[in-house]
């Protein structure tokens, strides 16, 4: 299955080899399916169900490390990547205990909190990623884990009313309690004292985007080239809602695809030729 282009990651894969990226997209596919398992049901499930269905993503990363064939088309296409790039097991266990904290977990009062479901949901999932992408220095690691949370920061920002709409908000309450706001103001839409919380929030994923420049690398640079054009559109997003005053509500805030792609061309310019981004 092709990544589509309106993902953020289409213009990141696009610059590596055939052989990672066909990777890369076979572990996108396979994580998608597993959040999709949750976020997506095809009808009313209980929590049981959902459950049970992780259970059932549990099982098929049994068969993908083991020798039995997976049941799925996303456990298939991983399968043989695993052992040619040797792809850690335990991101890849993270990311599901993470889905499984959203059949359950609507809100999250502390920072701490929600920090831990980030490292599950997005930090996990970069730390197979780098296996892929390739490098020398251990810190790539802490590069990855730092712009996981970044990342997963982003969306949780861009994303507020659409989690609302289904029953979530991953803001944390303390934060909420600092700025005055309930829930109910966030449901009302755009505010000063909301613009001011959201603000707050798009500087805490501008630490993580520092920390995460910080930790890279600069002899992993250019093997790290994808991960740092999801980093150049991402922060593209907050741009765009620092831009429009913290206004999340009044249409999606998205980055449109020339602007995508002529990011992915400036970052893998600037790295390529000065090997990292400056």
């Known amino acids: 299955m092709d990544v589509s282009r309106d993902t953020n990651f289409y213009y990141s894969f696009l610059v590596l080899p055939t052989e990672k990226r066909r990777a890369i ?22 929590i049981r169900s959902l459950r049970e269905e992780i259970g059932r993503w549990r099982d098929e990363l049994d068969h993908c490390y083991g020798h039995s064939m997976p049941a ?30 959203d059949v359950t977990c609507k809100r999250y009062e502390t920072f701490d909190q929600l920090h831990q479901y980030c490292l599950r949901v ?7 990623c780098i296996e892929i992408f390739g490098y020398r220095n251990p810190r790539a690691q802490d ?66 985007y520092r920390a995460s420049q910080e930790a890279l690398p600069s002899e992993d640079a250019r093997s790290l080239v994808a991960a740092e054009i999801m980093s150049g559109i991402y922060v593209a997003i907050l741009n765009r809602i620092e831009q429009r005053g913290h206004d999340i509500f009044s249409e999606v805030v998205r980055v449109p ?6 990011i992915a061309m400036q970052v893998w310019t ?9």
């Open 25 to 46: 997209v076979a572990v996108w596919d396979f994580c998608r399916a597993i959040d999709d398992a949750v976020d997506c049901p095809k009808h009313e499930t209980s």
């Open 72 to 101: 799925t088309d996303e456990g298939r296409h991983l399968k043989p990547y695993i052992g040619r790039f040797r792809l850690p097991r335990k991101p890849f266990e993270d990311l599901i205990d993470g889905v499984e904290m």
């Open 122 to 128: 997005a930090s996990a999932v970069g730390l197979i």
């Open 143 to 208: 590069y990855a884990v730092a712009l996981g949370v970044a990342l997963q920061l982003t969306n949780i920002v861009r994303d507020v009313p659409v989690d609302l709409a289904g029953g979530r908000i991953y803001l944390p309450q303390e934060d909420l309690i600092r700025f005055g706001v309930t829930e109910r103001n966030l449901a009302a839409g755009f505010s000063e004292s909301v613009a001011e919380l959201i603000a707050f929030e798009c500087n805490r994923a501008r630490v993580y």
């Open 257 to 262: 695809r020339p602007r995508r792609a002529l």
């Open 270 to 278: 600037r790295v390529m030729t000065r090997g990292s981004i400056t």
